[in-house]
């Protein structure tokens, strides 16, 4: 018995990538494209002719819309339309924008068709695609709609900054807060992760992939 085919859209600025992952992705049995867009914008007037459209293929960074207010403007008129993010580079940043935008994962451009394949698979069976770069702890809980997310853009940043030997103070000059400012991002980590020091929290991230050494 064969898997039912999965409608996606591909919405990207770059004509050439986005024609020719559409061609790539035509290959395989398991998706189908119904239609491609070249920005936000142009996504919001051709979705609306296609209701069965069950994924959708995010560029990042695209003129006009780009694809975190895109991806906004989907989860909130189109809620159960999944959305997976397409990354130039491993942008933690951009990459988490675009989760809490209620993109479902990422994926490089530069992966393969069959990694890909698999990111699409994943997301349509469980909502959300684990990868590399992103704890599957986090996806979840953005993707059970917390009205906020587990962690801060500056508390990932202090966990990041935690991995190396810089001092508390050292770090807060880095971050352009007082000292005390830092404290309380890593109470609030120590708090959220039941964790009691700084090791601990260099730990958690290593093992989450939420730091890289």
């Not at 130039?88 to 479902?104: F, Y």
Request: contains cysteine; glycine residues 6%; aromatic residues 8%.
């Amino acid at each position: 018995m064969s898997s039912p085919i999965i409608s996606i859209a591909i919405v990207d600025d770059h004509t050439l990538f986005r024609s020719g992952l559409a061609n790539l992705l035509e290959e395989f049995d398991e998706v189908k494209v119904l239609f491609e867009a070249v920005n936000g914008i142009d996504l919001q007037s051709k979705i609306v002719n296609y209701p069965e459209v069950q994924l959708i293929l995010m560029d990042i960074n695209m003129p006009v819309m780009d694809g975190f207010l895109a991806t906004k403007w989907v989860k909130q008129n189109f809620p159960k339309v999944n959305v997976l993010a397409l990354s130039m580079q491993e942008d933690e940043k951009a990459i988490i924008g675009m989760l809490r935008a209620g993109a479902g994962g990422y994926m490089l451009k530069e992966s393969t068709p069959t990694d890909l394949l698999e990111s699409i698979k994943g997301i349509i069976s469980k909502g959300f695609y684990v990868n590399d770069l992103v704890s599957g702890r986090l996806l979840v809980a953005l993707k059970e709609g917390d009205s906020k997310p587990p962690f801060t853009a500056r508390e990932l940043t202090f966990l990041q900054y935690c991995s190396t030997e810089l001092t508390y103070k050292e770090i807060a000059d880095l971050m352009n807060v007082s000292p005390r400012t830092v404290d309380n991002y890593r109470e609030s980590l120590f708090a959220k992760l039941n964790i009691k020091s700084r090791t601990g929290l260099v730990v958690y991230g290593i093992k989450n992939k939420l730091v890289t050494i």
